[in-house]
């Protein structure tokens, strides 16, 4: 990804209570409705730059007015210019966010006369008629919606977004760093043909650590012909209070769920952790100790994450345990403390919880990591090493979409009933998603997914059978749902899970299922509908989901080997964390030196401990054309004979990992690519080149045997 020149703006400093270069009636309100004393720095120093039409991205912490920053400026050249219709889209990549922010931007237009629609997978079709009827001035929605819009034969689509002029992308990073973010420009495209007219795109995100770059990337057909875009930081205050970060070393899940319950008491806790799994067991055990505790993760019922969230938002001495469903901008009232149990996978996802809190005068951003196990106290130190060295990790789009321009072809074709074969690129431009789109589109044509007809192109009966159930609903979405079976208690929906977490039908009363932090008795499972029928229970229960490995990235596996090499974070560490590093680091003794890279010998083979990650790991292998055996993030396995002259042969530059054709069912829509290009588009996503050089050139360090 590269980046055109941009302006970038740095703000800090107290609320702004000059003349804001609003428009009147919000600076009325600002002051006498919301009862704010002026703008936030990043909000005053947005104003001009969004209200000059040039896109934006704009940086400040969570809950830092991001959205005001975006809107009120927006609102304001609605009036100016008289806009009408629906003009300005707000996309985010979650139902629950939008949810939390409509009613609050409902309020924003409202003191201008102008009306808010929200379209998303939950909103019923009596209030999508009305939307259709009665355009919103501001629809907020996901790329999804917008695409199932544009192919919808119910949605007069040239009609509805003829009159786009902005988009806000709210949670900037968390868009770019997917494919979801790829299918985001790409409707975005199609919309601005729609529109005849440029869409100003402004992007929102708390933690982005190259947002030039990323702005560049956001322009999509823009980039390099639109002016530059504009970046506007809000830094910290220089006399911010100093983040508060504790580590500590509690050894079970148990002790825990008994740390957080006697800890703050009085307070509103907040407890992170990586997998649904353990958020569900914290969440029962929390229950057992007699603590308010609620619960919100992607696999609980729409309804089960709102009551959590609403009920969390409005008590005041309680625990909500979530994934990252929570990380983004809910609003969830003002926190008193974050916990995360366990390690945050990146630096970036530990800043958005850590701005989680610290929003009252007065207070201090804080966070207290709570250690399982070594594993968990060696990541968390790595993640916190990071964070010291000012390091925040750069967002990069996935390289290669090539399977998203199949998309793309085929919904153009649904929305359209028939495209031009000669002028099909002008529907996204020069937008480099649609780099590789001829020769995917002579695959198309060749396999029947699309047909020909007087140099026409339309849906074929190959795209039919793969895609065409529930109105070619699989085609909507950039990403592959997981399979799960929805719990039913009564008539209530509980949530969902995997097939993997059902018990044997002997073993239910033994072995109970808990979702929604509440231990469950599966009483049956009607396999034909997917559903699974429970009752409550008192007794401890499991529940499970599928996973895949973890693909750390080559700087935090890096930190990890500077930990157990001696490096300590620079934050306050408990007792029972500063007895435990020791012990840590001796568990670790013979996979890291400070001289190099340890290859070490055994029975079987070699293994050579590169702490590089899954990627980098993998594209060496490549690169030195070994086999790849027992990969992970922090070493390969090797052929016990292996030589210095293999280790050292070879080129980096042009490495592909190996891609077992299984591994290729992961792609989505893949069926619509030629199987090679597949092949390697998914090799190409997964090297790092980079991380597979360092490896490559470092010293390596042989234990075991003397080898040459």
């Known amino acids: 990804m590269t980046s055109s020149s941009t302006c970038r703006r740095r703000v800090t400093g107290a609320v702004n209570s000059a003349g804001t270069g609003l428009d009147p009636a919000i600076e009325y309100h600002v002051i006498n409705s919301l009862g704010w004393r002026g703008l936030r720095p990043l909000q005053a120093a947005a104003v001009e730059p969004v209200r000059s039409g040039d896109d934006c991205v704009l940086v400040a912490p969570t809950a830092g007015g991001k959205t005001e920053a975006a809107l009120f400026p927006l609102l304001s050249e609605m009036t100016r210019g008289d806009w009408h219709g629906t003009t300005i889209l707000y996309v985010t990549p979650l139902r629950a966010l939008l949810n939390n922010l409509y009613p609050r931007i409902q309020t924003y237009a409202a003191w201008l006369g102008r009306t808010v629609g929200l379209w998303h997978g939950d909103v019923g079709q009596s209030e999508r008629r009305r939307i259709l009827a009665e355009r919103p001035d501001v629809l907020l929605t996901t790329p999804e919606s917008i695409e199932s819009m544009l192919v919808s034969r119910a949605v007069d689509h040239r009609a509805f977004f003829s009159n786009v002029r902005a988009i806000v992308v709210d949670e900037l990073h968390s868009f770019a760093a997917q494919d979801r973010g790829w299918h985001l420009l790409a409707v975005l495209e199609r919309v601005q043909r729609l529109a005849r007219r440029d869409v100003q795109r402004v992007g929102l995100s708390a933690t982005i650590g ?94 089960e994450r709102r009551f959590s969230e609403r009920a969390f938002a409005e008590a005041r001495d309680c625990v909500i345990v979530a994934t990252s469903t929570l990380e983004l901008g809910i609003d969830i009232g003002d926190l008193d403390r974050v916990i995360q149990v366990g390690a945050t996978r990146t630096v970036s996802s530990f800043l958005q919880r850590l701005g989680r809190t610290g929003r009252r005068p007065g207070t201090a951003r804080n966070t207290m990591f709570l250690a399982l196990d070594s594993q968990d106290l060696l990541e968390i130190a790595g993640v916190l090493v990071l964070w010291r060295r000012g390091f925040v990790e750069a967002v990069q789009p996935p390289p290669h979409p090539r399977h998203l321009a199949a998309q793309q072809l085929l919904a153009l074709a649904l929305q359209e009933g028939a495209f031009s074969r000669v002028s099909w690129r002008d529907w996204w431009g020069s937008l480099s998603l649609m ?24 849906i074929g009966p190959r795209a039919e059978k793969e895609f065409g159930r529930r109105h070619f609903m699989e085609l909507l979405s950039s990403f592959l749902a997981e399979k799960e079976l929805r719990v039913i208690t009564g008539t209530k929906e509980v949530g969902f899970v995997s097939p993997l977490s059902l018990p044997h039908p002997d073993d239910r009363v033994q072995k109970p299922i808990v979702l929604g932090g509440r231990a469950w008795l599966v009483e049956d499972v009607d396999w034909e509908r997917f559903v699974v029928i429970v009752s409550p229970m008192r007794e401890r229960g499991d529940v499970r989901w599928q996973s895949d490995d973890i693909a750390f990235s080559f700087e935090v596996m890096r930190a990890r080997r500077d930990v157990l090499l001696g490096e300590d974070p620079d934050v306050e560490l408990s007792k029972r964390a500063q007895s435990r590093m020791p012990l840590m ?123 040459g």
Do not use: C
């Open 210 to 303: 190259n947002p030039e770059e990323v702005g560049h990337w956001l322009q999509g057909s823009g980039a390099g012909h639109r002016p530059p875009v504009q970046v506007v930081v809000e830094e910290p205050a220089p006399d911010a209070p100093e983040p508060l970060v504790l580590v500590d070393y509690v050894g079970s899940e148990i002790n825990a769920a008994r740390i957080i319950a006697a800890m703050h008491r009085g307070e509103k806790r907040l407890v992170f952790t990586e997998s649904r799994r353990l958020a569900e067991k914290l969440a029962y055990e929390l229950r057992e100790l007699s603590v308010e505790t609620y619960v919100s993760h992607s696999s609980l019922a729409a309804e």
């Open 435 to 458: 780099d590789d789109a001829p020769e995917v589109l002579e695959f198309l044509v060749d396999e029947e997914f699309l047909v020909e007809d007087t140099g026409l192109l339309m």
């Open 585 to 707: 680091r001796d568990e670790y003794l013979s996979e890291v030196d400070p001289a190099g890279l340890v290859l070490s010998h055994g029975v079987k083979g070699a293994t050579l401990w590169t702490w590089a990650g899954l990627r980098a790991n993998a594209t060496f292998l490549a690169g030195v054309g070994l086999p790849v055996e027992n990969l992970t993030n922090e070493s390969v396995g090797l052929p016990g004979d292996v030589s210095a002259r293999e280790l050292r042969g070879g080129d980096m530059g042009t490495a592909v990992p190996y891609v077992d054709p299984r591994q290729i069912e992961a792609l989505k829509f893949s069926v619509a690519l030629p199987p090679e290009l597949a092949r390697t588009t998914l090799a190409e996503r997964f090297a790092d080149r980079d991380g597979a050089r360092a490896v490559h050139v470092s010293e390596l360090i042989s234990q075991g045997r003397d080898w």
